[in-house]
């Protein structure tokens, strides 16, 4: 059984930094794509960012120079920096990954709310 599960989320103030985390567990051989996901209320879930197990990213436009995405393939875990936040960023952050045991399946975490107010 594998497991995805994200921490870090909080609340912060506009401009603030939070660092979300996703680590994978349970029988794993091989993780490729990874991302993050967001959900605002009232709104459909949205992706954030991707990177590849060679390091290659993808931002959507609206974090693209605020937020960085990393990995680390040795502890199958996978980050998110997230700086000048900004009260539209507020959402539960889901964390995304493509493994593989013994066939290659598509795995989410349950999510970290992340709230960005004054």
């Known amino acids: 059984q594998v497991h995805l599960v994200e921490s870090g989320g909080g609340l912060v103030q506009p401009g603030g930094s939070l660092r979300l985390s996703c680590a994978a567990s349970?029988?794993?051989?091989?993780?490729?794509?990874m991302n993050w996901y967001r959900q605002a209320p009232g709104k459909e879930r949205e992706w954030v960012a991707s990177i590849s197990r060679t390091g290659g990213t993808n931002y959507a436009v609206s974090v693209t120079g605020r937020f960085t995405i990393a990995r680390n393939n040795d502890e199958n875990t996978m980050y998110l920096q997230m700086n000048s936040l900004k009260p539209e960023d507020t959402a539960v952050y889901y964390c995304?990954?493509?493994?593989?045991?013994?066939?290659?399946?598509?795995?989410w975490g349950q999510g970290t709310q992340v709230t960005v107010s004054s």
């Open positions: 995304n990954a493509y493994i593989r045991t013994l066939i290659r399946r598509n795995y």
């Open positions: 349970g029988t794993i051989s091989s993780i490729t794509l």
